[in-house]
């Protein structure tokens, strides 16, 4: 085994591979960028080592640099995690020419993959099958034209050096392919450098469906079952799941072999994804391409088998062969895995940036793979993942549910994140069902992206909260009033956001709380402007605040809330759901529609 292992990455993934080296006992040589020096994988390695300011091409991607600490260090291996330079053929070229190990398959394995079409070659060679298509070399428009007329549209369009997909388009009429190649084209060259494309047939009803292998190198190969990954946003994987639900069983044996007669036919080494479409109303699977790498979904398939894959990387980079043949891997139960991304779904999946204020992850419901700690800071440089959140279960059934809890507990402030809208993938009775596809987000928009507006428990909560944390600054005397009125109940009064108006929100103290009532456009620009002031809206509360939440009871409704500071607003979660209330002052500002020469102010 290796004694000291450099980690070309950062995150998540550098967090994970540490927490491998530790337990066999290898030192963990980390290396970071200026805006990652507070990060999690930057504590727990062993050493850490800089590698400037700057984005990923001037950090993460500097193979330069890479070297320099390499030699400084005297580290014996790399370990690439997934990403940035994981699957570049000539960077694990040099490091075989420097004596250092590459903790992945060899250069020529990930170049034979890393062109779709190349790959699609080897694979119908192979005699894996193959999703009807054209990968050849002449890549005229009339060439993609008589293919697509061969293949019957709707057809897909997919770079050869793509991924995470980029350059990739689905054209339903003849009409449509110019425009939607061109476009393709340009975005690929942009993207990859290189502006080949290979044309599919377009499964309509579509599976991800994918079987992680590991190979020695030297024709001995396993794999670890299969995984589904379709529920998809953008192409991009939002929540796995291990076993593949509703997989019949000889399709399931021809995915799986077919899975390993992949590996061989490239002689892999070290763990790989080989990825197919299942075409559901056909039952048939169909090579998609092949990651020379570790998966960030891997974690469902350790759960299911109780392995630890990274430690697998490591033993076969050393030379110590397969761990265990194929009769000794053993699948138990499922697994999920749920990508808690800093992005909002409202917004097309828009990554956010900022200031983890508040991060509270599961970690006592689920495993949490994460590179970020609260405080710290989302920057657009890199992948918006915060975390990852996985369950296992005897059951799917257990696993799910297990799941829902976890996303029922997390919170998250100052930036937007996809936790809301993973509770309600997992919530939607198709998912339960198992019945998913890669279409599965937008045939569910109107479920997966309602809201529900914020009502009495919200004010309850929004009130309790501000009255607990009125008068901190010790500023404003104000603030620091006790609400005591001679000969009459202690009586509050303060504004907060309602349908993006302001409201007046006045309390009355009661001898078991505080009867409310919420005042909706109670201001006198509402009624300047003319605007129709809803009725008042009344409701009695109670309740305690502690450092895991608030216990609250609204009209005789008991239930738990928590509340944090969400920029200027409050951010109130009840499990997976949560709300922004802000309190505004109606009086901000209000000077500026007055002013005029001589007026009075």
Not at 434 to 461: N, R, Y
Request: aromatic share 8%; with cysteine; charged share 25%.
């Amino acid at each position: 085994m290796f004694k000291k292992i450099l980690i070309a990455n950062r995150g998540a993934i550098a967090v994970r591979i540490i927490r491998t080296l530790k337990k066999l006992g290898v030192t963990a040589v980390a290396v970071y960028a200026e805006a990652d020096r507070e990060s999690r994988h930057v504590s727990l390695a062993d050493e850490a080592y800089s590698l400037g300011a700057g984005g990923p091409a001037q950090t993460y991607l500097d193979q330069d640099k890479l070297f320099a600490i390499i030699e400084q260090t005297g580290a014996q291996a790399i370990h690439p995690g997934y990403g940035f330079l994981s699957e570049n053929a000539g960077f694990a070229d040099q490091l075989e020419d420097a004596g250092i190990a590459f903790i992945g398959p060899t250069a020529d394995t990930i170049r034979s993959m890393g062109s779709k079409s190349a790959a699609k070659d080897l694979m119908e060679a192979a005699n894996v099958p193959t999703t009807p298509g054209y990968q050849g070399e002449d890549q005229s428009l009339a060439t993609f034209i008589a293919e697509a007329n061969r293949i019957g549209y709707p057809v897909l369009l997919k770079a050869t050096a793509g991924g995470g997909g980029k350059g990739m388009r689905m054209v339903e009429r003849e009409v449509d392919l110019e425009d939607a190649l061109t476009s393709a084209q340009r975005e690929a060259k942009s993207a990859f450098g290189d502006d080949r494309f290979l044309i599919e047939k377009y499964v309509t009803k579509a599976r991800h469906v994918e079987v992680q292998i590991f190979g020695d190198g030297e024709g001995g190969l396993v794999h670890m079952f299969e995984r589904d990954c379709s529920v998809q946003r953008r192409h991009q994987k939002v929540i796995e799941e291990a076993p593949a639900p509703n997989l019949p069983s000889e399709t399931r044996k021809t995915l799986l072999q077919a899975g390993v007669d992949a590996g061989k036919a490239v002689n892999y080494r070290g763990a790989g994804t080989v990825e197919f479409l299942y075409d559901s109303d056909n039952d048939a699977v169909y090579f998609m391409e092949m990651n020379t790498r570790l998966q960030v979904e891997h974690p469902v398939s350790e759960m299911i088998t109780g392995l630890d894959f990274v430690e697998w990387q490591l033993r076969i980079a050393a030379g110590e062969g397969l761990p265990l043949n194929q009769d000794g891997i053993v699948e138990s139960g499922s697994a999920f895995e749920a990508r808690l991304y800093a992005e909002n779904p409202n917004q097309n999946f828009a990554p956010s940036i900022g200031t983890l204020s508040t991060l509270r992850l599961p970690e006592t419901t689920a495993r949490i793979d994460s590179g970020v700690e609260e405080g710290q800071e989302i920057t657009p440089y890199y992948d918006p993942m915060i975390a990852k959140i996985i369950t296992h279960s005897a059951s799917r059934e257990e696993a799910l549910g297990t799941m829902r809890a976890a996303l029922a507990e997390t919170r998250v402030a100052g930036l937007e994140t996809n936790a809301a809208f993973l509770y309600a993938l997992t919530a939607e009775q198709d998912f339960i069902n198992g019945d998913v596809s890669t279409k599965f987000i937008e045939e569910h928009e109107e479920s997966l992206f309602a809201e529900t507006a914020a009502g009495p428990k919200q004010w309850a909560v929004a009130a309790l909260w501000k009255l607990r944390h009125r008068g901190n600054n010790g500023q404003d005397p104000w603030d620091a009033l006790s609400g005591f009125r001679m000969n009459l109940p202690s009586a509050e009064a303060f504004w907060l956001d309602h349908d993006e108006h302001p409201a007046l929100l006045r309390l009355t103290q009661t001898h078991t709380g505080f009867a409310a009532r919420l005042e909706p456009d109670a201001s006198a620009a509402a009624r300047r402007e003319g605007r129709e002031v809803p009725d008042t809206i009344a409701f009695n509360f109670s309740g305690s605040i502690n450092p895991d939440g608030l216990r609250v009871t609204v009209d005789g409704e008991n239930f738990t809330a928590f509340a944090a500071l969400h920029n200027d607003k409050l951010r109130i979660w009840m499990g997976a759901a949560h709300w922004e209330i802000g309190f505004p002052n109606p009086l901000a500002g209000i000077s500026a529609h007055h002013q005029s020469e001589g007026s009075l102010t």
